[in-house]
């Protein structure tokens, strides 16, 4: 979480989500809404994650150790990701910071930009 604090701009600690839970995490590993890659030597390189919502289903959260980056993990995990999705017959979408420079990888497989949105907080 800390590492997707940085990755956002964000200092480290300053979640804008609430940790998983390990209960949490394993029922959505079991219902295929959560793939975790390991390497051969069984390191972990990657968690990709997929909420669906009547018959969208958001690609998120998107994570790759720093170690692990710049090696295609991401790239390949939300292209796989994304055409399961699309084989049970849902509409496929994602969130990203456009200025983030790893929001390019979702261009090359084919994400198209159609939005722009503002994130809002009410301070109190």
């Not at 701009?9 to 890659?37: I, K, Q, S, V």
């Not at 998107?62 to 509409?91: C, D, H, K, L, M």
């Amino acid at each position: 979480m800390d590492d997707a604090d940085e990755q956002a701009g964000r200092p480290r600690g300053t979640r804008a989500h609430e940790m998983p839970d390990r209960a949490d995490m394993l029922r959505r590993l079991h219902a295929r809404r959560r793939w975790f890659w390991v390497d051969d030597a069984g390191e972990p390189v990657h968690l990709t994650g997929a909420n669906p919502s009547f018959g969208v289903v958001r690609v998120g959260p998107v994570y790759t150790p720093p170690a692990q980056r710049g090696r295609g993990w991401a790239s390949n995990a939300v292209a796989e990701v994304s055409r399961r999705i699309q084989a049970e017959g849902a509409r496929v979408c994602l969130f990203t910071d456009q200025a983030n420079p790893n929001s390019k990888i979702y261009a090359a497989l084919g994400y198209r930009p159609v939005v722009d949105m503002a994130n809002l907080v009410i301070l109190r």
